[in-house]
């Protein structure tokens, strides 16, 4: 039902922005956010965007990433800006309500130093 979009190859100090979107309607979203999984590595918090406005951040993208969105029209954005290696992952976005949590497909996501 969530599908994520934008990702890609792109050299160090370079920009991307994911977008994630619902195939349909989904009602009661609480709040939205991405994550991501590097090879080898848990899947970790990204940045997540709650109705109410507020967004919580990693630390390690902190300054250098925007989450942005609509959550009543199940939207969710990731502008990604200075690029590091260490960005690289599979990113996924996810909804959450008082039905339960949904994950999207996966956008791959590729820095190259």
């Known amino acids: 039902q969530l599908q994520a979009s934008g990702g890609g190859l792109v050299q160090a100090g370079g920009s991307l922005r994911l977008s994630c979107a619902a195939s349909g309607s989904i009602f009661s979203v609480n709040d939205m956010g991405w994550y991501r999984q590097a090879p080898g590595k848990e899947r970790e918090l990204v940045a997540t965007f709650i109705s109410h406005g507020n967004k919580n951040y990693a630390d390690s993208v902190k300054g250098r990433f925007i989450i942005s969105g609509d959550i009543a029209r199940d939207k969710v954005f990731l502008q990604m800006d200075s690029l590091e290696s260490e960005d690289t992952a599979v990113y996924y976005c996810?909804?959450?309500?008082?039905?339960?949590?949904?994950w999207g497909h996966g956008t791959q996501v590729t820095v190259s130093s």
């Open positions: 996810k909804a959450v309500g008082p039905w339960g949590t949904i």
